[in-house]
């Protein structure tokens, strides 16, 4: 059942160096928010204030710069989402995984994503993490709304939707940290994230839709 | 052109970590340098600097003033032989009159009106002349105007250096004599040693209102006559040293402040906006955004007045007076009036007065205020069942000229009438008032008859709160209240604050319910899948 091994260098420097900005960023956001909005004391409130504004804004510039990779590189198209194959990784993950089964979808320079990281990444990337971005930005610049010509809109409407993407997130990232021990190995994925090379299951080819686009090797 | 790997690596990082070195800073701005102090402060030292003396008279050298003055009235007349409009001015102020203004009812609001409050309640219109000793004429307001009160820099007893002065100058023992010519020369340097009002000629009414030292209003009481700037860091005598005219500024002798419910200014303008505007607002030399720019101070400043902040405790010195309760007043000891003392040293019951709670170091309450105040006359009808705001601000959270605002809140128990349902002011000195004779009923009949308001002869007692806005005492920078003070889910200073979303202290306990329920379930849940693949060893191995 189990076949041979190959390693791909899956993913590129600025992918990676992306991954774990957003993730530093996106914890020290959920830490400093956290103490903004109750309980937990780490820096003090006035600190965490300026850490969480000084942090957030980082975070909504350097996505910019994400969006135009995305954009220019074509690798957009990993995002699209699909159902072809959705049943067969459920079930790989509810049934399969247990019996030792091989992942029905293996990663692939071409495929980055399975249908169902295609789905939660899509989710995240278009709409949580700008919703996310957009509300805190609301919530910073809350002083300036009447220069803005905003004249309708609550703090506490902004500050209640700014709370449930946190919740949204922190929720997405329990689940995100534990999906990186289900690799061949319990550190494989974290460590194809570090290095860029992923070990895969030799023999699956990729179908033609599963193609993000073509590559030209030399972009390495 | 082509150059080795690390240099191309080591010019993108430099590249990259100078510009994210670039980029805090932006936003990082905010802590005050000691050399470089926040623009209001810069502001307020540039509209206040260099109080020199400028006045173009002597009055020690007037040849008006050195002369013999048998009466007060002929003091008075010696200074209006120069300032012709004084008096006509002065007459027309409240310092005066006693009364603010008469509302469209017809009732007067001052001390010599209908006014009252949960202190000594009334003057009876000036009729208990316990009150009038405050009074800025001579023989309280029968005569003429006593200029010397304001400004004059000897503190003087009028009344009694009048009365010996007359008793001993017509004597034709040599002594007396020389007595009263003692007493005129005093009389004499009082009346030629004269300037614009100091801290002690504002404080020997204002810092003592209520009937002793600081019970009034919490953040004025005598160590305010020579205060450090730990104290107040406007009138710390080792800092600026700011007199209480340097901010209650003064046009034809109407001093700028809150007169009743007439707010002490109408729109928030600062010198460069208007540079005649009274200085009465932190705003009019500060600004309205005085912090460091990108400060978060500066984003409050729509919704929280300076006070909030920067007055963290008032009566950081003397005690004052928080709580007095009349319905306990008239308990005798060994058949006599008695008074006790309390741990602050001052009196705790006192058999004339009733029960009274003091206190120092208080945090203040909070509340909305546009400036202006409710306050109550004894023709106001009030609802006994609940407690009676003799006095309380006027603001809301949707009304743009309202800050949250820090108060001293003084809760009595006074009498009111069961019959009308309006409060009640008894006469209180003199031979037939309270203090004398202790008849409750006896002193609400003839205090309510110089009012000329109706008294069933019904009474009770009801508790009530006099609110004060806390102004003074501004503390220096670093003892100003800190974020989480207010940005705290419980107990914190803005707890009876609504109207407002405040970070750290709201939320939604739903979302915040369900927030962690989704948490704790996705962890669960992945709990509980890699416990399955542990047991059913579905996991390949490495």
């Not at chain 2, 002065?90 to 007067?108: A, P």
């Not at chain 2, 009082?190 to 000629?201: H, L, V």
């Not at chain 2, 007055?311 to 005690?319: K, Q, S, T």
Request: charged share 20%; glycine share 8%; with cysteine.
């Amino acid at each position: 059942m189990l076949k041979n091994k190959i390693v791909i260098y899956l993913y590129s420097r600025y992918e990676r160096f992306w991954h774990w900005l957003q993730s530093a960023l996106i914890i020290i956001l959920l830490l400093t928010g956290f103490e903004v909005h109750q309980g937990l004391s780490l820096l003090r409130f006035h600190s965490a204030v300026k850490v969480h504004n000084f942090v957030g804004l980082t975070w909504l510039i350097a996505f910019a710069f994400f969006v135009f990779w995305l954009f220019t590189t074509g690798e957009w198209k990993q995002y699209i989402p699909t159902t072809r194959k959705m049943f067969l990784v459920v079930r790989y993950y509810s049934y399969g995984i247990f019996r030792g089964e091989a992942h029905p979808v293996p990663k692939r320079k071409e495929a980055k994503h399975n249908p169902l990281q295609r789905l939660t990444y899509l989710a995240l990337a278009a709409f949580l993490l700008p919703f996310q971005m957009l509300t805190g930005f609301l919530y910073w610049g809350y002083n300036a709304w009447p220069l803005w010509g905003i004249k309708s809109l609550s703090l506490e409407t902004v500050a209640l939707a700014h709370t449930f993407g946190a919740f949204a997130i922190l929720t997405f990232l329990v689940v995100h940290l534990y999906m990186t021990t289900t690799g061949h190995s319990l550190f494989a994925h974290i460590k194809a994230m570090i290095t860029g090379w992923e070990e895969v299951e030799e023999g699956e080819t990729v179908e033609e839709w599963e193609v993000a686009h073509e590559r030209k090797p030399s972009a390495l | 052109m082509i150059q080795p790997r690390w240099f191309r690596k080591l010019m993108i990082w430099t590249v990259a970590l100078t510009v994210s070195g670039m980029w805090p800073p932006i936003l990082w701005a905010g802590s005050p340098q000691p050399d470089n102090p926040a623009p209001g402060l810069t502001m307020a030292r540039q509209a206040t600097k260099a109080q020199m003396p400028w006045t173009t008279s002597d009055h020690a050298k007037l040849p008006a003033l050195k002369k013999r003055f048998n009466k007060g009235e002929e003091i008075t007349q010696a200074c209006l032989s120069c300032h012709s409009e004084a008096e006509a001015q002065f007459k027309q102020t409240i310092h005066w009159t006693w009364i603010g203004h008469v509302d469209e009812n017809g009732k007067q609001l001052g001390k010599a009106g209908d006014s009252l409050n949960n202190f000594c309640l009334s003057t009876n219109k000036m009729n208990d002349k316990g009150c009038t000793s405050c009074h800025t004429g001579w023989e309280g307001k029968q005569q003429g105007v006593n200029c010397l009160v304001c400004h004059s820099r000897k503190k003087m007893n009028w009344k009694e250096a009048f009365e010996d002065y007359q008793a001993f100058s017509g004597s034709d023992d040599p002594d007396e004599v020389e007595i009263a010519n003692e007493i005129q020369a005093e009389i004499q340097a009082a009346a030629q040693s004269i300037g614009r009002p100091t801290r002690q000629n504002c404080g020997e009414c204002h810092f003592k209102g209520g009937g002793g030292d600081g019970v009034k209003h919490g953040d004025l009481d005598t160590s305010l006559s020579k205060p450090n700037k730990a104290l107040d860091v406007h009138m710390g005598v080792d800092g600026q040293n700011f007199t209480c005219v340097r901010c209650h500024t003064t046009v034809q002798h109407h001093i700028a402040g809150r007169i009743y419910s007439k707010p002490a200014y109408t729109d928030r303008k600062s010198l460069i906006e208007n540079d005649l505007t009274a200085k009465i607002t932190c705003e009019s030399c500060h600004g309205s955004t005085p912090h460091d720019k990108g400060h978060k101070a500066n984003d409050h400043t729509d919704k929280v007045a300076c006070q909030s902040c920067h007055i963290p405790e008032f009566a950081r010195v003397l005690p004052t007076k928080m709580s007095w309760d009349w319905s306990k007043s008239g308990q005798l000891k060994d058949g006599k009036k008695y008074k006790e003392k309390g741990p602050l040293g001052t009196f705790d019951y006192m058999t004339i007065k009733g029960k009274m709670v003091w206190a120092k170091n208080v945090k203040p309450e909070y509340a909305w205020f546009n400036g202006s105040m409710n306050t109550m006359t004894v023709k106001d009808t009030i609802d006994p069942a609940n407690t009676v705001p003799v006095s309380g601000p006027v603001g809301a959270a949707d009304d743009p000229h309202s800050r949250i605002f820090p108060f001293k809140v003084h809760r009595g128990v006074q009498p009111y009438d069961k019959v009308n349902n309006n409060l009640l002011a008894p006469l209180l000195s003199g031979k037939q008032g309270y203090w004398e004779t202790l008849d409750w009923n006896d002193a609400l009949t003839k205090g309510m008859a110089a009012l000329q308001v109706p008294f069933s002869g019904q009474f009770g007692f009801v508790s009530s709160t006099y609110h004060f806005p806390t102004t003074h005492m501004v503390a220096p920078k670093d003892k100003a209240v800190t974020c989480v003070e207010c940005h705290t889910e419980k107990d914190g200073r803005m707890a009876s604050i609504s109207g407002v979303y405040m970070p750290g202290r709201d939320g939604a306990g739903w979302l915040d319910t369900l927030g962690w329920l989704a948490v704790i379930g996705a962890f669960l849940g992945v709990v509980l899948h890699g416990l399955g693949r542990i047991f059913t060893n579905g996991r390949k191995g490495a």
